[in-house]
């Protein structure tokens, strides 16, 4: 797993927003946490052997602490926003605030700085808002899997390939994150899901 520390201005180089799974039931979370052993490590390596330091709730969150103000306060202090993008995600919102909020930042930002927004796809963009039609996304959804015997299947190897690319991308995402201010914290509703087609992907 990726480093996970905080320091002033930023304390963290990147939050990872995703739709966690209902209570009891550990079905997507878990590919979730392997994607970002293998994101972590590709990181590091793209860094010059430093880890990231990765704001993910189970593990930042301290037993005690107010989650809200812990979530807004990862949000407002992370150079970039990794979301896990499923329909579910869409229809959260916690989700929606993380994502309306780098969204916000964005729109502040000049179009050669902007990349604040590093989005992988678990499943089914078809449903996704139309905002998330405007930024650039990995597709993993073929990937996706709910069973543990995955990561030792000739799948994760091909993901394994996609993953480090990524990474990397991921690694230039935060050397050109803008320097710190006070950036907007945006609260969101959740909408009927909208039909899109013609998502971008890498």
Known sequence: MMEIRGEGGYEWDVFVSYKHDPYGHRLMTPWVE???????????????GMPARVFFDTET??????WPD???????RSRCLLPILSPEYFQSRWCLAEWSSFTARRRLLPKHAD??????KFCDGTWFPPDANEIQYLDLSEYASLMPAFWS???AQT??????????????A???????QDWPFEPREPEPPHRNVGLRRL
Not at 36 to 45: R, T
Not at 174 to 180: K, R, V
């Open 115 to 120: 990349r604040v927004i590093m989005p992988v």
């Open 34 to 48: 392997r994607l970002l052993e293998h994101v972590g490590f590709w990181l590091s390596q793209a860094r010059g």
């Open 153 to 155: 299947s000739s799948y």
């Open 159 to 172: 993901l394994e390939q996609k993953i480090r690319p990524f990474a990397e991308s991921l690694a230039q």
């Open 70 to 76: 812990e979530l807004r306060r990862g949000v407002l």
């Open 174 to 180: 935060i050397d050109d994150a803008p320097s710190f």
């Open 61 to 66: 969150i301290e037993i005690g602490a107010g």
